[in-house]
Protein backbone atom coordinates (compact mmCIF):
# COMPACT_ATOMS: atom_id res chain seq x y z
CA UNK A 1 0.00 0.00 0.00
CA UNK A 2 1.03 3.34 -1.19
CA UNK A 3 1.20 6.54 1.19
CA UNK A 4 -0.11 9.67 -1.15
CA UNK A 5 0.54 12.75 0.54
CA UNK A 6 -1.11 16.04 -1.05
CA UNK A 7 -1.67 20.25 0.01
CA UNK A 8 -4.69 21.49 -0.43
CA UNK A 9 -4.77 25.24 0.01
CA UNK A 10 -8.37 26.74 0.74
CA UNK A 11 -8.22 30.44 -0.95
CA UNK A 12 -10.67 32.77 -2.67
CA UNK A 13 -9.98 32.57 -6.62
CA UNK A 14 -11.51 34.45 -9.66
CA UNK A 15 -13.95 32.04 -11.16
CA UNK A 16 -16.09 33.29 -14.46
CA UNK A 17 -19.84 31.77 -14.69
CA UNK A 18 -22.59 32.91 -16.08
CA UNK A 19 -21.70 35.81 -17.32
CA UNK A 20 -19.52 37.06 -14.18
CA UNK A 21 -16.75 36.64 -12.42
CA UNK A 22 -16.81 35.82 -9.09
CA UNK A 23 -14.61 35.88 -5.62
CA UNK A 24 -15.00 31.79 -5.56
CA UNK A 25 -13.43 29.68 -2.66
CA UNK A 26 -11.10 26.81 -4.00
CA UNK A 27 -8.92 24.25 -3.15
CA UNK A 28 -5.88 24.90 -5.08
CA UNK A 29 -7.67 27.61 -7.21
CA UNK A 30 -9.23 24.56 -9.12
CA UNK A 31 -12.98 24.81 -9.23
CA UNK A 32 -14.28 21.87 -8.50
CA UNK A 33 -11.26 21.24 -6.60
CA UNK A 34 -8.10 17.93 -7.15
CA UNK A 35 -9.06 14.86 -7.79
CA UNK A 36 -7.57 12.31 -5.42
CA UNK A 37 -6.72 8.94 -6.81
CA UNK A 38 -5.67 5.91 -4.04
CA UNK A 39 -6.21 2.03 -3.96
CA UNK A 40 -7.97 0.05 -1.72
CA UNK A 41 -5.64 -0.53 1.20
CA UNK A 42 -3.59 3.28 0.79
CA UNK A 43 -3.35 6.20 3.22
CA UNK A 44 -3.82 9.55 2.23
CA UNK A 45 -2.21 12.52 4.09
CA UNK A 46 -3.97 15.78 3.40
CA UNK A 47 -2.07 18.41 4.73
CA UNK A 48 -5.08 21.87 4.74
CA UNK A 49 -4.05 24.94 4.92
CA UNK A 50 -7.02 27.79 5.08
CA UNK A 51 -5.85 31.53 3.12
CA UNK A 52 -9.17 32.07 3.05
CA UNK A 53 -11.55 34.35 4.92
CA UNK A 54 -13.85 31.72 6.64
CA UNK A 55 -13.44 28.66 9.07
CA UNK A 56 -13.12 25.90 7.00
CA UNK A 57 -12.80 21.95 7.47
CA UNK A 58 -13.08 19.08 4.88
CA UNK A 59 -14.57 15.76 5.19
CA UNK A 60 -13.98 12.83 3.07
CA UNK A 61 -17.22 11.69 2.43
CA UNK A 62 -17.92 7.96 2.92
CA UNK A 63 -14.54 7.05 4.24
CA UNK A 64 -15.18 5.01 7.37
CA UNK A 65 -12.58 6.55 8.68
CA UNK A 66 -11.83 3.04 11.49
CA UNK A 67 -10.87 4.09 14.87
CA UNK A 68 -9.47 7.91 12.82
CA UNK A 69 -12.47 9.89 13.49
CA UNK A 70 -10.09 13.07 14.04
CA UNK A 71 -9.94 13.00 10.67
CA UNK A 72 -13.56 13.10 9.31
CA UNK A 73 -14.12 16.62 9.29
CA UNK A 74 -17.70 18.13 10.56
CA UNK A 75 -17.13 21.11 12.12
CA UNK A 76 -18.14 21.19 15.68
CA UNK A 77 -18.46 16.87 16.12
CA UNK A 78 -14.82 15.64 15.13
CA UNK A 79 -12.92 19.21 15.29
CA UNK A 80 -13.08 22.76 15.73
CA UNK A 81 -12.87 24.51 12.09
CA UNK A 82 -9.56 25.44 10.48
CA UNK A 83 -9.37 29.20 11.53
CA UNK A 84 -8.08 31.62 8.52
CA UNK A 85 -4.24 31.51 8.07
CA UNK A 86 -4.16 28.06 10.21
CA UNK A 87 -3.87 24.30 9.01
CA UNK A 88 -4.44 21.35 9.66
CA UNK A 89 -2.81 17.43 8.23
CA UNK A 90 -5.91 14.68 7.81
CA UNK A 91 -4.56 11.16 8.09
CA UNK A 92 -6.29 7.86 6.95
CA UNK A 93 -6.20 4.83 5.89
CA UNK A 94 -8.90 2.94 3.15
CA UNK A 95 -9.72 0.11 4.17
CA UNK A 96 -12.00 -2.44 2.19
CA UNK A 97 -13.48 0.40 -0.19
CA UNK A 98 -13.55 0.94 -3.40
CA UNK A 99 -15.38 2.85 -5.90
CA UNK A 100 -16.81 6.64 -5.68
CA UNK A 101 -16.39 8.97 -3.20
CA UNK A 102 -15.58 12.56 -3.04
CA UNK A 103 -14.36 14.97 -0.38
CA UNK A 104 -15.75 18.45 0.62
CA UNK A 105 -15.73 21.50 2.96
CA UNK A 106 -18.42 20.22 6.09
CA UNK A 107 -18.57 24.10 7.39
CA UNK A 108 -21.38 26.15 6.43
CA UNK A 109 -21.79 26.18 2.85
CA UNK A 110 -18.24 26.65 1.75
CA UNK A 111 -19.00 23.15 0.27
CA UNK A 112 -20.64 25.06 -2.62
CA UNK A 113 -17.16 25.56 -4.38
CA UNK A 114 -15.16 23.13 -2.03
CA UNK A 115 -15.50 19.79 -2.95
CA UNK A 116 -13.75 17.13 -5.60
CA UNK A 117 -13.67 13.41 -6.59
CA UNK A 118 -11.57 10.76 -4.33
CA UNK A 119 -11.44 7.56 -6.44
CA UNK A 120 -10.37 4.28 -4.74
CA UNK A 121 -9.53 1.73 -7.20
CA UNK A 122 -9.10 -1.96 -6.58
CA UNK A 123 -6.12 -2.85 -4.14
CA UNK A 124 -2.69 -3.19 -5.78
CA UNK A 125 -3.17 -6.54 -7.59
CA UNK A 126 -7.00 -6.77 -8.09
CA UNK A 127 -9.28 -5.37 -11.03
CA UNK A 128 -13.04 -4.56 -11.13
CA UNK A 129 -15.91 -7.00 -11.14
CA UNK A 130 -17.00 -5.64 -14.40
CA UNK A 131 -15.42 -5.41 -17.70
CA UNK A 132 -11.94 -2.98 -17.88
CA UNK A 133 -13.45 0.16 -18.99
CA UNK A 134 -11.22 1.79 -21.77
CA UNK A 135 -11.83 5.50 -20.37
CA UNK A 136 -12.97 6.58 -16.65
CA UNK A 137 -14.49 10.29 -16.12
CA UNK A 138 -15.92 11.85 -12.85
CA UNK A 139 -19.07 13.42 -13.79
CA UNK A 140 -19.62 16.05 -10.82
CA UNK A 141 -22.80 17.43 -10.67
CA UNK A 142 -22.97 20.45 -8.64
CA UNK A 143 -24.92 24.41 -8.25
CA UNK A 144 -24.00 27.72 -8.62
CA UNK A 145 -24.72 30.86 -7.20
CA UNK A 146 -24.01 34.39 -8.72
CA UNK A 147 -24.26 35.42 -4.97
CA UNK A 148 -21.36 34.25 -2.33
CA UNK A 149 -22.93 30.77 -0.46
CA UNK A 150 -22.11 31.75 2.89
CA UNK A 151 -23.86 35.10 2.39
CA UNK A 152 -27.06 33.08 0.94
CA UNK A 153 -27.12 31.00 3.76
CA UNK A 154 -26.29 33.97 6.39
CA UNK A 155 -29.53 36.01 4.72
CA UNK A 156 -31.61 32.67 5.22
CA UNK A 157 -30.65 32.50 9.32
CA UNK A 158 -30.85 35.90 9.76
CA UNK A 159 -34.44 35.78 8.13
CA UNK A 160 -35.47 32.40 8.86
CA UNK A 161 -36.82 32.11 5.00
CA UNK A 162 -35.95 29.90 2.52
CA UNK A 163 -32.22 30.80 1.13
CA UNK A 164 -32.26 31.62 -2.43
CA UNK A 165 -32.08 28.79 -4.77
CA UNK A 166 -28.86 28.55 -7.25
CA UNK A 167 -28.47 30.01 -10.21
CA UNK A 168 -27.09 26.55 -12.28
CA UNK A 169 -26.81 23.26 -12.03
CA UNK A 170 -23.44 21.79 -13.07
CA UNK A 171 -21.34 19.45 -14.49
CA UNK A 172 -17.57 19.51 -13.46
CA UNK A 173 -18.59 22.92 -12.34
CA UNK A 174 -19.41 24.16 -15.55
CA UNK A 175 -22.88 24.86 -16.23
CA UNK A 176 -23.27 23.85 -19.89
CA UNK A 177 -24.46 25.61 -22.95
CA UNK A 178 -28.33 25.66 -22.05
CA UNK A 179 -27.22 28.66 -19.89
CA UNK A 180 -25.58 32.13 -20.82
CA UNK A 181 -22.18 32.23 -21.76
CA UNK A 182 -21.48 28.98 -20.74
CA UNK A 183 -21.43 27.03 -24.31
CA UNK A 184 -17.57 26.88 -25.10
CA UNK A 185 -16.58 25.48 -21.73
CA UNK A 186 -18.98 22.74 -22.20
CA UNK A 187 -17.52 19.91 -20.18
CA UNK A 188 -16.87 17.35 -23.10
CA UNK A 189 -16.67 13.34 -22.02
CA UNK A 190 -14.91 11.42 -25.22
CA UNK A 191 -15.73 8.27 -26.30
CA UNK A 192 -14.90 5.53 -29.14
CA UNK A 193 -16.65 3.22 -31.52
CA UNK A 194 -17.74 0.09 -29.84
CA UNK A 195 -15.54 1.36 -26.40
CA UNK A 196 -17.52 0.74 -22.49
CA UNK A 197 -16.44 3.70 -20.48
CA UNK A 198 -16.61 4.21 -16.72
CA UNK A 199 -18.66 7.33 -15.71
CA UNK A 200 -18.26 8.24 -11.95
CA UNK A 201 -21.63 10.44 -11.01
CA UNK A 202 -20.98 12.25 -7.99
CA UNK A 203 -24.19 14.22 -6.88
CA UNK A 204 -22.17 17.59 -5.00
CA UNK A 205 -24.93 19.70 -5.18
CA UNK A 206 -25.67 21.80 -2.00
CA UNK A 207 -29.29 21.49 -2.35
CA UNK A 208 -30.94 19.65 -5.15
CA UNK A 209 -31.56 15.76 -5.80
CA UNK A 210 -31.03 15.36 -9.78
CA UNK A 211 -31.62 13.31 -12.44
CA UNK A 212 -28.89 12.36 -14.79
CA UNK A 213 -29.19 10.79 -18.09
CA UNK A 214 -27.72 10.22 -21.54
CA UNK A 215 -29.26 10.60 -24.65
CA UNK A 216 -29.97 7.35 -26.39
CA UNK A 217 -27.51 5.56 -24.44
CA UNK A 218 -28.17 3.08 -21.79
CA UNK A 219 -25.93 3.06 -18.60
CA UNK A 220 -25.57 -0.12 -16.05
CA UNK A 221 -24.84 0.78 -12.93
CA UNK A 222 -22.04 -1.50 -11.19
CA UNK A 223 -21.03 0.42 -7.60
CA UNK A 224 -22.71 3.10 -5.26
CA UNK A 225 -21.26 5.08 -2.59
CA UNK A 226 -17.93 3.07 -2.76
CA UNK A 227 -19.75 -0.19 -2.97
CA UNK A 228 -20.19 -2.34 -5.90
CA UNK A 229 -23.68 -3.39 -6.69
CA UNK A 230 -25.32 -6.46 -8.64
CA UNK A 231 -25.30 -4.82 -12.02
CA UNK A 232 -28.39 -3.24 -13.77
CA UNK A 233 -29.14 -1.26 -17.12
CA UNK A 234 -31.49 2.19 -16.55
CA UNK A 235 -32.09 5.23 -18.94
CA UNK A 236 -32.04 7.90 -16.12
CA UNK A 237 -30.26 7.92 -12.55
CA UNK A 238 -31.55 9.95 -9.33
CA UNK A 239 -28.85 10.87 -6.72
CA UNK A 240 -29.71 12.74 -3.95
CA UNK A 241 -26.99 15.28 -2.71
CA UNK A 242 -23.61 13.05 -1.46
CA UNK A 243 -24.49 10.12 -3.15
CA UNK A 244 -22.42 8.46 -6.03
CA UNK A 245 -23.11 5.92 -8.44
CA UNK A 246 -20.55 4.40 -11.13
CA UNK A 247 -22.21 3.48 -14.50
CA UNK A 248 -20.89 1.57 -18.00
CA UNK A 249 -21.46 3.01 -20.88
CA UNK A 250 -20.70 1.78 -24.44
CA UNK A 251 -19.92 3.34 -28.09
CA UNK A 252 -23.14 1.41 -29.39
CA UNK A 253 -25.00 4.45 -31.33
CA UNK A 254 -23.86 6.22 -34.58
CA UNK A 255 -21.00 8.88 -34.13
CA UNK A 256 -22.25 11.83 -33.16
CA UNK A 257 -22.49 14.43 -29.90
CA UNK A 258 -25.02 13.40 -27.02
CA UNK A 259 -26.00 15.15 -24.17
CA UNK A 260 -25.72 13.96 -20.65
CA UNK A 261 -27.41 16.09 -18.49
CA UNK A 262 -29.13 16.46 -15.15
CA UNK A 263 -32.27 18.43 -14.22
CA UNK A 264 -33.80 18.64 -10.83
CA UNK A 265 -35.79 16.10 -8.43
CA UNK A 266 -38.27 17.70 -6.31
CA UNK A 267 -36.99 20.82 -4.47
CA UNK A 268 -37.64 23.34 -1.87
CA UNK A 269 -39.94 25.40 -4.07
CA UNK A 270 -41.51 22.77 -5.32
CA UNK A 271 -41.03 24.38 -8.51
CA UNK A 272 -40.55 22.33 -12.35
CA UNK A 273 -37.53 23.23 -13.87
CA UNK A 274 -37.27 25.72 -16.25
CA UNK A 275 -33.85 26.23 -17.89
CA UNK A 276 -31.87 24.51 -14.42
CA UNK A 277 -31.11 21.45 -16.85
CA UNK A 278 -26.61 21.37 -16.77
CA UNK A 279 -25.22 19.28 -19.95
CA UNK A 280 -22.17 17.76 -20.99
CA UNK A 281 -21.57 16.60 -24.15
CA UNK A 282 -20.44 12.90 -24.94
CA UNK A 283 -18.42 13.07 -27.94
CA UNK A 284 -17.69 10.52 -30.48
CA UNK A 285 -14.26 11.00 -31.76
CA UNK A 286 -15.30 10.18 -35.04
CA UNK A 287 -18.58 12.30 -35.36
CA UNK A 288 -18.93 14.28 -38.54
CA UNK A 289 -17.33 18.36 -38.13
CA UNK A 290 -17.65 19.37 -41.63
CA UNK A 291 -17.13 22.31 -42.87
CA UNK A 292 -13.46 21.71 -41.28
CA UNK A 293 -12.18 19.79 -38.31
CA UNK A 294 -10.00 22.54 -36.71
CA UNK A 295 -12.38 22.72 -33.53
CA UNK A 296 -13.63 18.92 -33.19
CA UNK A 297 -16.93 17.64 -34.41
CA UNK A 298 -19.39 19.96 -34.74
CA UNK A 299 -23.04 18.38 -34.86
CA UNK A 300 -25.55 19.39 -32.56
CA UNK A 301 -25.83 17.22 -29.84
CA UNK A 302 -28.54 15.50 -29.21
CA UNK A 303 -31.01 16.10 -25.83
CA UNK A 304 -32.09 12.71 -23.36
CA UNK A 305 -35.63 12.97 -22.19
CA UNK A 306 -35.12 13.83 -18.96
CA UNK A 307 -37.99 13.22 -16.44
CA UNK A 308 -39.98 15.77 -14.88
CA UNK A 309 -39.20 17.64 -11.58
CA UNK A 310 -41.91 15.21 -9.25
CA UNK A 311 -41.12 12.44 -11.01
CA UNK A 312 -41.27 9.95 -7.92
CA UNK A 313 -41.96 6.76 -10.04
CA UNK A 314 -39.01 7.45 -11.77
CA UNK A 315 -36.67 8.01 -8.87
CA UNK A 316 -37.79 4.76 -6.93
CA UNK A 317 -37.96 2.67 -9.55
CA UNK A 318 -34.28 3.16 -9.34
CA UNK A 319 -33.74 3.64 -5.95
CA UNK A 320 -35.12 -0.11 -5.55
CA UNK A 321 -32.89 -1.78 -8.21
CA UNK A 322 -30.05 -1.73 -5.95
CA UNK A 323 -28.89 -5.27 -4.96
CA UNK A 324 -25.47 -6.07 -3.33
CA UNK A 325 -23.76 -8.55 -5.91
CA UNK A 326 -24.27 -11.16 -3.39
CA UNK A 327 -25.70 -12.88 -0.73
CA UNK A 328 -24.44 -10.36 2.45
CA UNK A 329 -24.14 -10.60 5.66
CA UNK A 330 -27.45 -8.50 7.41
CA UNK A 331 -27.47 -8.85 11.46
CA UNK A 332 -30.77 -10.34 11.48
CA UNK A 333 -30.74 -9.75 15.25
CA UNK A 334 -31.42 -6.24 16.17
CA UNK A 335 -29.95 -4.70 19.53
CA UNK A 336 -31.52 -0.91 19.31
CA UNK A 337 -34.28 -0.62 16.88
CA UNK A 338 -34.85 3.15 16.11
CA UNK A 339 -37.23 5.22 14.47
CA UNK A 340 -36.31 8.91 13.49
CA UNK A 341 -38.72 11.16 11.74
CA UNK A 342 -36.81 13.89 9.33
CA UNK A 343 -38.78 16.98 8.15
CA UNK A 344 -38.95 20.31 8.42
CA UNK A 345 -40.87 22.80 10.67
CA UNK A 346 -41.85 26.15 11.19
CA UNK A 347 -40.89 27.61 14.32
CA UNK A 348 -43.06 30.80 15.69
CA UNK A 349 -41.34 33.58 16.21
CA UNK A 350 -40.60 35.29 20.05
CA UNK A 351 -42.44 38.35 20.59
CA UNK A 352 -38.99 40.37 21.03
CA UNK A 353 -37.91 38.99 17.65
CA UNK A 354 -38.01 41.76 14.53
CA UNK A 355 -40.37 41.07 12.38
CA UNK A 356 -37.54 41.03 9.43
CA UNK A 357 -36.16 38.09 11.12
CA UNK A 358 -39.53 36.24 11.01
CA UNK A 359 -39.61 35.96 7.02
CA UNK A 360 -40.91 32.23 7.11
CA UNK A 361 -44.42 31.57 5.96
CA UNK A 362 -47.39 33.72 7.99
CA UNK A 363 -44.48 35.54 10.24
CA UNK A 364 -42.81 31.54 11.19
CA UNK A 365 -38.83 31.06 11.25
CA UNK A 366 -38.12 27.56 9.27
CA UNK A 367 -36.38 24.85 11.23
CA UNK A 368 -36.17 20.98 10.64
CA UNK A 369 -35.06 18.43 12.70
CA UNK A 370 -35.02 14.61 13.77
CA UNK A 371 -37.67 13.11 16.12
CA UNK A 372 -38.50 16.96 16.96
CA UNK A 373 -34.53 17.82 17.98
CA UNK A 374 -33.45 20.41 15.85
CA UNK A 375 -29.98 19.71 16.67
CA UNK A 376 -27.50 22.61 17.40
CA UNK A 377 -23.94 22.70 16.27
CA UNK A 378 -21.70 23.69 19.68
CA UNK A 379 -19.08 25.83 19.92
CA UNK A 380 -16.38 23.01 20.82
CA UNK A 381 -16.33 19.37 19.32
CA UNK A 382 -18.30 16.78 20.36
CA UNK A 383 -15.39 13.99 20.04
CA UNK A 384 -13.42 15.85 21.70
CA UNK A 385 -15.72 17.04 24.72
CA UNK A 386 -16.91 12.66 24.61
CA UNK A 387 -13.06 11.60 24.94
CA UNK A 388 -12.39 13.99 27.46
CA UNK A 389 -15.55 13.75 29.49
CA UNK A 390 -15.87 17.75 28.93
CA UNK A 391 -19.05 18.18 30.48
CA UNK A 392 -21.77 20.89 29.04
CA UNK A 393 -21.11 20.75 25.36
CA UNK A 394 -24.02 18.10 24.54
CA UNK A 395 -26.45 15.52 25.86
CA UNK A 396 -26.59 12.09 25.19
CA UNK A 397 -30.73 11.82 25.44
CA UNK A 398 -31.61 12.24 21.76
CA UNK A 399 -35.27 10.22 21.90
CA UNK A 400 -34.78 7.23 20.33
CA UNK A 401 -38.64 7.56 18.79
CA UNK A 402 -40.62 10.37 17.38
CA UNK A 403 -42.65 12.23 20.73
CA UNK A 404 -45.90 10.33 19.74
CA UNK A 405 -46.88 8.37 16.68
CA UNK A 406 -48.40 10.37 14.09
CA UNK A 407 -49.73 10.78 10.23
CA UNK A 408 -47.01 11.20 8.53
CA UNK A 409 -48.62 13.29 5.94
CA UNK A 410 -48.02 17.12 6.79
CA UNK A 411 -51.14 16.89 9.15
CA UNK A 412 -50.27 16.62 12.53
CA UNK A 413 -50.72 19.06 15.36
CA UNK A 414 -48.91 22.23 15.56
CA UNK A 415 -46.51 21.18 18.33
CA UNK A 416 -45.14 18.96 15.98
CA UNK A 417 -43.82 22.11 13.78
CA UNK A 418 -41.91 23.48 16.08
CA UNK A 419 -39.06 21.20 17.29
CA UNK A 420 -37.06 21.84 20.61
CA UNK A 421 -33.29 23.19 19.69
CA UNK A 422 -30.93 21.27 21.32
CA UNK A 423 -27.09 19.22 21.24
CA UNK A 424 -28.56 15.60 22.19
CA UNK A 425 -26.65 12.19 21.01
CA UNK A 426 -27.25 9.04 20.67
CA UNK A 427 -24.94 6.38 22.72
CA UNK A 428 -24.31 3.26 20.94
CA UNK A 429 -23.14 0.23 22.86
CA UNK A 430 -20.17 -0.84 20.51
CA UNK A 431 -20.88 -3.89 18.47
CA UNK A 432 -24.44 -3.34 18.68
CA UNK A 433 -26.63 -4.42 15.67
CA UNK A 434 -28.89 -1.04 14.65
CA UNK A 435 -31.86 -0.33 12.75
CA UNK A 436 -33.05 2.97 11.94
CA UNK A 437 -36.48 3.40 10.08
CA UNK A 438 -36.35 6.85 8.56
CA UNK A 439 -39.34 8.40 8.20
CA UNK A 440 -40.56 12.06 6.47
CA UNK A 441 -42.64 14.04 7.91
CA UNK A 442 -44.08 15.94 5.01
CA UNK A 443 -44.22 18.44 7.44
CA UNK A 444 -44.27 22.12 5.48
CA UNK A 445 -43.69 20.03 2.18
CA UNK A 446 -42.48 16.67 0.95
CA UNK A 447 -38.98 16.21 0.05
CA UNK A 448 -37.07 13.69 -0.66
CA UNK A 449 -34.23 13.62 2.13
CA UNK A 450 -30.66 12.17 1.70
CA UNK A 451 -29.77 11.19 5.02
CA UNK A 452 -26.07 10.46 5.05
CA UNK A 453 -24.57 8.45 8.31
CA UNK A 454 -20.54 9.23 8.85
CA UNK A 455 -18.46 6.59 9.97
CA UNK A 456 -20.73 4.00 8.65
CA UNK A 457 -22.12 2.21 5.57
CA UNK A 458 -25.62 0.45 6.19
CA UNK A 459 -27.94 -1.64 4.61
CA UNK A 460 -30.51 -0.46 3.37
CA UNK A 461 -33.16 -2.96 3.89
CA UNK A 462 -36.38 -1.00 2.28
CA UNK A 463 -38.11 1.99 1.59
CA UNK A 464 -41.81 2.72 0.98
CA UNK A 465 -44.36 5.37 0.48
CA UNK A 466 -46.61 6.59 3.22
CA UNK A 467 -46.43 5.69 7.13
CA UNK A 468 -44.01 3.02 7.87
CA UNK A 469 -45.85 0.12 9.04
CA UNK A 470 -44.45 -2.06 11.90
CA UNK A 471 -46.18 -5.16 11.43
CA UNK A 472 -46.35 -5.47 7.73
CA UNK A 473 -43.05 -3.62 6.22
CA UNK A 474 -40.71 -5.82 8.03
CA UNK A 475 -41.89 -8.53 5.89
CA UNK A 476 -40.59 -6.41 2.64
CA UNK A 477 -37.34 -6.19 4.34
CA UNK A 478 -34.47 -7.75 1.88
CA UNK A 479 -32.25 -9.69 4.50
CA UNK A 480 -30.39 -11.36 1.62
CA UNK A 481 -28.54 -9.19 -0.93
CA UNK A 482 -29.42 -5.45 0.25
CA UNK A 483 -27.48 -2.46 -1.43
CA UNK A 484 -24.92 -1.14 1.09
CA UNK A 485 -24.55 2.87 0.95
CA UNK A 486 -23.26 5.91 3.03
CA UNK A 487 -26.36 8.04 2.21
CA UNK A 488 -29.95 6.83 1.71
CA UNK A 489 -32.86 8.76 0.03
CA UNK A 490 -35.19 8.51 1.63
CA UNK A 491 -38.54 8.88 -0.21
CA UNK A 492 -41.00 11.55 -0.86
CA UNK A 493 -43.82 10.85 1.56
CA UNK A 494 -42.12 7.68 2.69
CA UNK A 495 -39.64 5.62 4.35
CA UNK A 496 -36.30 3.81 4.63
CA UNK A 497 -34.89 1.34 7.00
CA UNK A 498 -31.19 0.50 7.44
CA UNK A 499 -29.14 -1.01 9.19
CA UNK A 500 -25.63 -1.58 10.52
CA UNK A 501 -22.90 -2.79 13.07
CA UNK A 502 -22.17 -0.18 15.78
CA UNK A 503 -18.02 -1.10 15.26
CA UNK A 504 -16.83 1.76 14.70
CA UNK A 505 -15.99 3.98 18.44
CA UNK A 506 -16.16 7.96 17.62
CA UNK A 507 -18.76 10.59 17.54
CA UNK A 508 -20.64 10.36 14.25
CA UNK A 509 -22.64 12.49 12.73
CA UNK A 510 -26.19 11.89 10.52
CA UNK A 511 -27.82 14.48 8.59
CA UNK A 512 -29.87 15.42 5.51
CA UNK A 513 -27.41 16.56 3.13
CA UNK A 514 -29.22 19.00 1.60
CA UNK A 515 -27.14 21.84 3.09
CA UNK A 516 -30.14 23.65 3.78
CA UNK A 517 -31.70 21.10 6.05
CA UNK A 518 -28.32 20.74 8.24
CA UNK A 519 -28.61 24.58 8.58
CA UNK A 520 -32.06 24.42 10.08
CA UNK A 521 -31.24 21.37 12.33
CA UNK A 522 -31.78 17.83 10.60
CA UNK A 523 -29.16 16.01 12.47
CA UNK A 524 -27.90 13.88 15.10
CA UNK A 525 -25.13 12.47 16.42
CA UNK A 526 -24.12 8.64 17.46
CA UNK A 527 -21.56 8.09 19.87
CA UNK A 528 -20.17 4.89 19.96
CA UNK A 529 -17.93 3.79 22.86
CA UNK A 530 -15.15 1.59 22.67
CA UNK A 531 -16.63 -1.21 24.50
CA UNK A 532 -15.40 -0.14 28.03
CA UNK A 533 -17.21 3.04 28.02
CA UNK A 534 -14.53 5.65 26.96
CA UNK A 535 -12.65 6.27 24.20
CA UNK A 536 -9.19 5.29 25.00
CA UNK A 537 -9.32 3.23 21.85
CA UNK A 538 -9.10 5.82 19.15
CA UNK A 539 -5.99 7.34 18.66
CA UNK A 540 -5.13 10.52 20.90
CA UNK A 541 -6.35 13.64 18.90
CA UNK A 542 -3.18 14.93 16.62
CA UNK A 543 -1.01 17.85 17.89
CA UNK A 544 -2.10 20.13 15.06
CA UNK A 545 -6.17 18.95 15.69
CA UNK A 546 -7.15 23.08 15.68
CA UNK A 547 -9.05 23.94 19.02
CA UNK A 548 -11.73 26.61 19.60
CU1 LIG B 1 -20.95 14.63 2.75
CU2 LIG B 1 -21.69 15.29 6.69
O1 LIG B 1 -21.29 15.01 4.73
Partial sequence: PKIHKHEFVIQATKVKRLCKTHNSITVNGQYPGPTLEVNNGDTLVVKVT?????????????IRQMRTGWADGPEFVTQCPIRPGGSYTYRFTIQGQEGTLWWHAHSSWLRATVYGALIIHPKQGDSYPFTKPKRETAILLGEWWDANPID????????????????????????????????????????D????????????????????????HKLTVVSADA?????????????????TTDVLITGDQPPARYYLAASAYFSAQNAAFDNTTTTAILEYRSAPCSPNCKNGPTVKPIMPQLPAFNDTNTASAFTRSFRSPRKVEVPTEIDENLFFTVGLGLNNCPNNFRARRCQGPNGTRFTASMNNVSFVFPTISILQAYQQNIPGVFTADFPANPP?????????????????????????????????????????????????LHGYDFYILAEGFGNFN???????????????????????????????????????????????????????????????????????????????
Fill in 152 to 191: VVRQATRTGAAPNVSDAYTINGQPGDLYNCSSKDTVIVPI
Fill in 404 to 452: LTFDYTGNVSRSLWQPTPGTRGYKLKYGSRVQIVLQDTSIVTPENHPIH
Fill in 50 to 62: NKARYNATIHWHG
Fill in 470 to 548: AQNDPKKFNLVDPPMRNTVAVPVNGWAVIRFVADNPGVWLMHCHLDVHITWGLAMVFLVDNGVGALQSIEPPPADLPLC
Fill in 193 to 216: VGETNLLRVINAALNQPLFFSVAN
Fill in 227 to 243: SYTKPFTTTVLMLGPGQ
